[in-house]
């Protein structure tokens, strides 16, 4: 079965410092692997995915992904952190013959301190 | 840009009451999905559809209902409403290509049932 793990559920950073959200995935076969945040309030918001080809993936506002197929691993990372990045953030995937709805994370809720 | 508007952002309804919520897209999408959102479960597949008049149950499909009679619109029904569908409903819609497709999500409908 494919599954979506983010084994935090909060993040805490500085602002100017890097950030870390750390999702994990468990499918059968190539995975197609999903970013989304979430302000308050405010429906999801697609921030980048994985398809094929270059394991790091560059999305909106500055954020970018790296897959890593040996550890199953898709986080999300950003080098300098905005107060404005605080939201919640969604990991999801979907696998390659699926037809399907994509498989979501329970979400990580970032916060960045001034 | 993609447009994925819905009904209504909030809404009180009475228990056994039924309930609509409308979603419509403008992309001409195949796919259309309906999720709920709970604080820590993250967001899960209700019903979706990928072609007019065509339904697929999601994970949680009980005492839900949708109906897809244009491409652009896809409702979700409470046949009748109970406390526990108390929650924010998303919808979202994407194209084919195989899964690689983004979904892209409306602003959400916060339910409250009394």
């Known amino acids: 079965a494919q599954s979506v793990a983010q084994p935090e559920d909060q993040v805490n950073v500085a602002e100017g410092n890097p950030l870390t959200v750390k999702c994990t995935y468990s499918?059968?076969?190539?995975?197609?692997l999903f970013w989304y945040v979430q302000y308050p309030n405010r429906g999801l918001q697609f921030l980048l995915k994985y398809i094929t080809g270059d394991n790091l993936v560059k999305g909106s506002y500055g954020f970018e992904a790296e897959f890593n197929k040996s550890q199953t691993s898709f986080h999300l990372k950003k080098p300098s952190a905005l107060v404005s990045d605080s939201a919640l953030y969604f990991c999801a995937v979907r696998a390659y013959q699926a037809g399907t709805a994509l498989i979501f994370g329970k979400g990580t809720t970032l916060s960045v301190s001034s | 840009d993609v447009k994925v508007t819905q009904s209504s952002r909030y809404l009180v309804k009475r228990t056994g009451e039924k309930v609509f919520l409308e979603c419509v897209q403008d992309?001409?999408?195949?796919?259309m999905f309906w999720y709920r959102q709970d604080p820590g479960l993250g967001l899960r597949l209700i019903y979706f559809s990928y072609d007019v008049k065509m339904k697929e149950k999601g994970d949680i499909p009980e005492g839900y209902s949708v109906s897809r009679e244009k491409k652009e619109r896809f409702s979700l029904i409470l046949e009748s409403a109970s406390t526990n569908q108390t929650s924010m409903y998303l919808c979202a819609s994407g194209g084919l290509a195989g899964g690689r497709d983004t979904q892209y999500f409306g602003p959400g409908t916060r339910l409250t049932v009394l």
């Open positions: 992309m001409d999408h195949e796919n």
């Open positions: 499918v059968s076969g190539n995975p197609y």
